[in-house]
């Protein structure tokens, strides 16, 4: 190779939503990194376009976020230095710092000023270390690695936030009786709950219009489908004729004439594209009333997101398998229910089947890049990466039409 600096480094992005008690939003924290090759001269402009893009593309691309949903980010001591987080919204942004960092006079004055200006401060991985305790007093919310600390440490670090009047974010709640735990000591927020699969609820079964759904999927999915007879099950349901009608007439496609039934739409629209459209609807319309849109919208995302890395990394992965693997990978978070005993109602290949429900195989292996995606933990994305030799390049852009693609569809009015 030249000795050309190459153009492009791998610097990824990603969202973890923040939830409240009621499991409504509150937030997103924004995970990115910077540049591993960039100077220390380079760093300040880099991690400004870098928190840029985030909020521009990463945060929810194409959508305006409402003013009551936050964007947290972390900045180290330099850049609160630098005033780097002035360059997201003041209203909206947390500016995150790790309790480690050193509670300088200018820090403190700096983050005197960011409070004053209408940013929210929280301190993350606190664990009411020295630096910790002082920083409490300007800070309007501490981050707990829930994972991570017994209960008699969360105990006191609870009564030391009430003290202080400050909010209290469980982070890395991975099971339910972390999030029970949680709730019990009086933490206001919650992350990692939705991206992990919740205790099975004892005596949950599927009711009939949720197994009906399932039965039209596996007509969809039918290498020789019955339009006929598919149009008949669509126009049988009520809720997924006005999601499917709704979303033809939107602006998004700009027919000329008005869609107006079931049967048209097949023939106006094309299988092929109807078909993404009508999983993403059933699959939206299968998710319990009780659940926010956040799971179904990032299933959607992940089945565009495997379908993109299947259609252009030349792999040689079926570009709708590795959908639908995508697509249901959150189904047992929705339901409350084991994948096992969902999968025998998916029109899905064994080896999908088999991913879905933990078994190591390279449809698997996909999920966990996924997850690793969303979570932020770019070291083992790294790894991954390499092992199944994808472009970082690719990867990220195939991520970012993934989140525009998944948004496109839940701005349609009516699918919320």
Known sequence: ?????????????????????????WGYELLFRNSSEAT???????????????????????????DNVKLVVNF?????????????????????????TPPTPNLIKALQELSKDG??????????????????TYADAIIVDILSADEEKLQRICALCKEYGTKLIAKRVENTDQYHLAQKLGFDFFQGFYFKRPENV??????????VKLKILKLIEDPNPDFKALAEALQNDVSISFRLLTLLNSPTFGFSQKITSIKQALVLAGWKMLKNWLRVILLTD?????????????????????????????????ADSMFLLGLFSLLGAMFDLPMRELTRYLPLGDEINAALCGEDNIYNRYLELTSFFEAGDWINL?????????????????????????NTFFQIPGTS
């Open 40 to 66: 220390r001269a380079e760093i300040s402009d880099s991690y400004k376009a870098t928190l840029r893009i985030a909020a521009d593309i990463c945060a929810a691309p194409d959508e305006k976020i409402p």
């Open 119 to 136: 940013f929210y401060i929280a301190i993350d991985d606190f664990e009411a270390r020295p630096q910790g305790e002082f920083l409490i």
């Open 286 to 318: 299968l998710t319990p009333e009780a659940k926010s849109r956040e799971l179904p919208q990032l299933a959607t995302q992940r089945a565009k997101f495997l379908q993109l890395l299947a259609q252009k990394s030349g792999k040689g992965l079926p």
């Open 202 to 211: 004892k005596g949950r079964k599927l009711r009939s219009g949720e197994i």
């Open 382 to 406: 790294e790894f991954l990466l390499d092992e199944l030799e994808l472009d970082p390049v690719l990867v990220s852009k195939s991520y970012y039409e993934s989140n525009r693609w998944a």
């Open 76 to 100: 180290s001591h330099k850049a609160i230095m630098d005033k780097i987080p002035y360059s997201l919204p003041a209203g909206k942004t947390v500016v995150q710092i790790p309790e480690t």
């Open 1 to 25: 190779m030249s000795g050309k600096k190459p153009l492009y480094d791998k610097i990824f992005f990603a969202r973890q939503p923040i939830l409240m008690p009621d499991q409504s939003l």
